[in-house]
């Protein structure tokens, strides 16, 4: 039976004669799925989690031309559903009912917002496994991996529940005696919140949060690979209770919906994670209204073993940096620098870490690395890795597609490479850990900061003082320390130079969605 039939909503069977241009994975690999496809997608619709509309002032919405996009699982390049194709009009729509909804969201007391994002995390926990299978349906992650996303996104709308509460402003001792002068914190107004593909629950929480606690709506985009997890999750808002038109989801057109955002006067503030490009392009477009903008763009991650790190913590730190999610996110480390007295011995026990990831369908037991999200990204790896090796880097570990074939790709390590190679100026995105040898620790910071993004950054030391020596010299926005997974909801998020501006999760994280507002009371000695 397929898909289609058993949903029996628009989702459909995965056609071989249409133009996707992958090759089918083998009967073995097939054996080795503990969980399949179908199952996951029918559960998913018994619980009515599975949503293929856009959610507009809290109805489900068909594309108003009746268009729609196909959504992919892309370890298998089946046809996972088929989902509205929005654009313009759609959008309109969806910002004047986060327009309409603000009036009254906004005004709720504090208390109020809060409990309805608990209510909102309570669920997402509540329907964590079906959660976290939906994610590995639309964006191949392991499941375990998948799992932890659910939890780390839900954290957010928690921690964000309780700092809704605590939104205090200022009383500031004036300059003439008879004025008193306060601050008030205030919510933006409507949010325009465009997230990717990578992380499809967590970047979005991590925006909808802070926003939904300081009183603003929202207008969300999710990406078009991987809308289900984000159709998801308003559903539970419904459920949670949260208005209709709180919480909007539009999908389809991306520079139809980008512009409609951008162009309304009514979206007082956009929140970004994407490509440095795209960011680019909305920071100039939210020129027009004058804008609020946070970015979370590209990054360039140097991870760096001094000589004097703990081998087995910086193997694996750097493993857990590079590999997981098969190194598809903006802070993978994209660059091992290796102190040249430890290089050979890092080298050879980080080679044989990558060698036992285990490479699969994210539903089968024991898989560390699932799929690339698309043939793009595939052919974006090979390109990489072959200007490096045009230019002296080699292959000591992988480098060709698996033999699982679709979008798998050999777990993957390039030694004697150097920061002029593509690999080391761009992200590579993919599971592909390129090795720098280094002298000195000024060398070290100088190659690590020689690069136009700067959002995450690793260091194996086990001396204190270069610890802090070296966080303090790198221009990064996150610093991990003998530690290769650093992301918290209760820590600032965020890049410096061209990865970024503004910051996510931990208390920093509401100021994006607050405006300050002065009031000064005048002429209070009068009786
Ligand atoms: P990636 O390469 O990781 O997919 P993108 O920056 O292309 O990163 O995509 C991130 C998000 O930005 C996605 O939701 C995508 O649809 C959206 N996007 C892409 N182009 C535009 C655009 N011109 N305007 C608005 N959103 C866009």
Not at 280 to 298: H, I, N, P, R, Y
Not at 428 to 446: N, Q, S
Not at 493 to 502: D, I, T, Y
């Amino acid at each position: 039976m397929t898909l289609a039939a058993a949903l029996g909503v628009s989702l459909r069977s995965f056609n071989s004669a249409s133009s996707f241009p992958f090759i089918h994975c083998s009967a073995l690999f097939t054996r080795q799925i503990t969980m399949d496809a179908k199952s996951v997608a029918s559960q998913l619709k018994s619980s009515g989690l599975l949503r293929t509309q856009g959610l507009i002032g809290g109805k489900w919405t068909d594309a108003y031309d009746g268009k729609t996009i196909e959504v992919r699982n892309p370890a298998t390049g089946e046809v996972i559903a088929d989902v509205s194709c929005m654009g313009q009009k759609e959008t309109n729509d969806a910002i004047s009912s986060a327009y309409n909804a603000y009036n009254s969201w906004s005004k709720l007391t504090a208390t109020e917002r809060s409990k309805s994002l608990r209510k909102w995390y309570d669920l997402l926990v509540a329907h964590k496994e079906e959660l976290g299978q939906l994610i590995t349906l639309e964006q191949g992650k392991p499941l375990k991996e998948a799992l932890g996303e659910i939890s780390y996104g839900a954290g957010f709308l928690e921690f964000f529940s309780e700092e809704a509460k605590r939104i205090y402003g200022d009383i500031i001792p004036p300059a003439l005696a008879d004025r008193r002068l306060f601050v008030l914190k205030q919510p933006v107004g409507v949010v325009g919140a465009i997230t990717p593909w990578n992380f499809p629950l967590a970047m979005i929480t991590r925006k909808v949060g802070p926003a939904l606690a300081c009183g603003c709506t929202v207008v969300i985009k999710p990406s078009e690979l991987t809308p289900l997890t984000a159709l998801a999750a308003a559903e539970l808002s419904l459920q949670a209770g949260i208005p209709p038109g709180v919480v909007n989801v539009v999908m389809g057109n991306a520079p139809d919906i980008g512009n409609a955002l951008l162009a309304s006067p009514q979206v007082r503030k956009i929140t970004f994670t994407g490509s440095t490009a795209v960011g680019k392009k909305l920071m100039a477009g939210a020129a027009g209204t004058v804008k609020k903008v946070s970015l979370e763009l590209g990054g360039n991650a140097p991870c760096i073993v001094f000589d004097d790190a703990d081998v087995d913590v910086a193997v694996k730190g750097a493993l857990a940096a590079k590999f997981r999610n098969t190194g598809q996110t903006c802070v993978c480390a994209n660059r091992i620098l290796v102190q040249e007295g430890i290089y050979e011995k890092f080298a050879n026990a980080f080679s044989k870490a990558v060698q036992n990831l285990q490479v699969g369908d994210g539903f089968s037991d024991g898989v560390a690395q699932g799929p690339l999200i698309n043939e793009a990204a595939v052919q974006k790896v090979e390109s990489f890795i072959q200007d490096a090796t045009s230019k002296g880097a080699k292959v000591i570990l992988g480098g060709r597609r698996h033999s699982l074939g679709m979008t798998f790709y050999e777990p993957t390590v390039i030694s004697d490479v150097n920061n002029d190679m593509l690999i080391s100026r761009e992200e590579v995105f993919g599971p592909v850990a390129p090795l720098l040898r280094f002298k000195t620790e000024e060398d070290a910071i100088r190659i690590a900061n020689d690069t136009t993004a700067g959002l995450a950054a690793y260091i194996f030391t086990n001396n204190i003082q270069r610890s802090w020596r070296v966080s303090e010299a790198l221009e990064y926005g996150l610093v991990g320390v003998n530690e290769g997974l650093i992301s918290t909801e209760v820590a600032p998020f965020g890049g410096v130079k061209q990865s970024g501006l503004g910051r996510e999760g931990s208390k920093y994280g509401m100021d994006e969605y607050l405006e300050i507002k002065y009031v000064c009371l005048g002429n209070m000695n009068s009786s």
